[in-house]
């Protein structure tokens, strides 16, 4: 049973920073690729960042040059850490893995920017 754990939500104000955290159960190396998406009420799930095993990275353009994917092996977790955080980032973020040719979600953790 995969387990994806996010942390580090909450309320920030414009041009601030936040760092997410998603712990895996078992060790992260099962997975092909990990990565982070995120989701307003009504719309789409889109993609925010990925990376893979051998730490290629991947990020929406959007978020280039602000946010910052990152893993760290040891503790089986993956961070996204994110910059100059703008009021259209407020979403609800969800951790992603993926091992062999299923998806994993975590149960997502809330960003609101606002001032």
């Known amino acids: 049973q995969v387990q994806l754990v996010e942390s580090g939500g909450g309320l920030v104000q414009p041009g601030g920073s936040l760092r997410l955290s998603c712990a895996t159960s078992g060790s992260i190396f099962r997975f092909s690729a990990m990565g982070w998406y995120r989701q307003a009420p009504g719309k789409q799930r889109e993609l925010v960042a990925t990376?893979?095993?051998?730490?290629?990275?991947n990020y929406a353009d959007s978020v280039k040059g602000r946010f910052t994917i990152s893993r760290d092996n040891a503790k089986n977790t993956v961070y996204l850490q994110m910059n100059n955080l703008k009021a259209e980032d407020t979403d609800v973020y969800y951790c992603?893995?993926?091992?062999?040719?299923?998806?994993?979600w975590g149960k997502g953790t809330l960003v609101t920017v606002s001032s």
């Open positions: 990376i893979t095993t051998r730490g290629d990275t």
């Open positions: 992603n893995a993926r091992l062999a040719q299923m998806a994993y």
